[in-house]
């Protein structure tokens, strides 16, 4: 993150790069809103990859930037990754340019983004578990504390969290 911040010519692009985050350390959201500014209003995500393969599980972090508002979002979930494994990747930070926009046809969560998390839900629960369902990005809001994880009982623009999970 901090070659990142440091280089203004250093832009993962839409296939996102991995990042190095050392044991016990954090990505602050403040990170992410620092990238934005230093590299001129491009947008940046950070998405969580997690890889299950038996009894091994390895989480990595991934970035993705693009110009203001043209991300393509990699929500993935793939219960036959290649290895046998079964990989899941979700955003969990999103940025935008200052200042932020209010435009009512970004709802969130989008009918498109609720539309994946039921097709995705037969197979989340066979790998997970039957009391498991799948959930969503975290939504940043205007102020970096606000959070909201969503899950497959919401509708467009309204989010639910999945069951047994507590709004933050």
Not at 24 to 37: V, W
Not at 54 to 59: C, E
Not at 117 to 129: Q, T
Request: hydrophobic share 30%; glycine share 12%; with cysteine.
């Amino acid at each position: 993150m901090q070659e990142l911040l440091a280089d203004a010519t250093c832009i993962p692009g839409s296939q996102g790069a991995y990042l190095r985050v050392q044991p016990g350390g954090a990505i602050r959201f403040s990170d992410l809103s620092q990238l934005t500014m230093n590299h001129n209003g491009a947008e940046f995500m950070l998405s969580r990859e997690v890889v299950r393969n038996g009894n091994q599980v390895t989480r990595r972090w991934r970035i993705y930037s693009g110009t203001p508002d043209q991300i393509p979002p990699p929500m993935f979930f793939d219960p036959n990754a290649p290895g046998g494994g079964t990989r899941i990747e979700r955003i969990v930070g999103h940025t935008h340019p200052r200042p932020i926009p209010y435009d009512p046809k970004y709802t969130q969560p989008s009918a498109a983004d609720l539309s994946y998390l039921r097709r995705i839900d037969g197979d989340w629960r066979r790998v997970y578990g039957p009391q498991s369902e799948p959930f969503g990005r975290i939504i940043w809001g205007l102020n970096p504390g606000e959070t909201t994880i969503y899950g497959i009982g919401s509708t467009p623009g309204n989010a639910v969290p999945p069951g047994g999970l507590r709004r933050p």
